[in-house]
């Protein structure tokens, strides 16, 4: 399963980004997606996550009320809509396959990588 983020970029704070993380098989329709962010020097954080059928999802306090965790079944894609970006939000952002169903806020309970996309915050 190859997995591929887009949708990063560079923004001002307070502005927004829509994530995209596109499967290369559906088979992970049946499998919990995550996302995670990751800066130099600091150990991989996650952010957010979705079960399979999109209910039950899992967020990291730093994003709760910002970030936004959806998928599309129909189009092996996950999506991580982010709202009133920080500064602190800045990071390599990773979307994950999960090893079941359920969702997971560790990245051992995932299986899949995707490249990463670069999110950028300016002050």
């Known amino acids: 399963v190859q997995l591929q983020a887009s949708g990063g970029g560079l923004v001002q704070g307070g502005g927004s980004l829509r994530l995209s993380c596109a499967a290369s098989r559906r088979t992970v329709s049946n499998n919990a997606m995550g996302w995670f962010r990751q800066v130099p020097g600091k150990e991989r954080e996650f952010v957010a996550a979705?079960?399979?059928?999109?209910?039950?999802?899992l967020y990291a306090d730093s994003v709760k009320g910002r970030f936004t965790i959806s998928r599309d079944n129909a189009k092996s894609t996950v999506y991580l809509q982010m709202n009133s970006l920080k500064f602190d939000d800045t990071g390599v952002y990773y979307c994950?396959?999960?090893?079941?169903?359920?969702?997971?806020?560790?990245?051992?309970?995932?299986?899949?990588w995707g490249q990463g996309t670069q999110v950028t915050v300016s002050s």
């Open positions: 979705i079960s399979w059928n999109g209910g039950n999802i």
């Open positions: 994950a396959a999960g090893l079941r169903p359920v969702p997971a806020s560790t990245s051992t309970g995932y299986i899949y």
